[in-house]
């Protein structure tokens, strides 16, 4: 997963750098989605309601 948001993230700066700003928004908005995905199930983890085993 962190994997995914890492790729996502270099693929907007390339596509920032590049003058395509389409796929670089769409790029950086599957990487905040996938940010806040984790960072739920992060606390869900923290919380104790959810268990990793």
Do not use: D, Y
């Not at 948001?5 to 990487?31: D, H, K, N, P």
Request: overall charge positive; cysteine-free; glycine content about 12%.
């Amino acid at each position: 997963m962190l994997s995914w948001i890492l790729i996502l993230l270099v693929v907007a700066a390339v596509a920032g750098l590049l003058g395509l700003s389409t796929l670089s928004g769409l790029a950086m908005t599957g990487a905040k989605v996938l940010i806040g995905f984790v960072l739920v199930v992060f606390l869900l983890v923290i919380l104790g309601i959810v268990s990793i085993a």
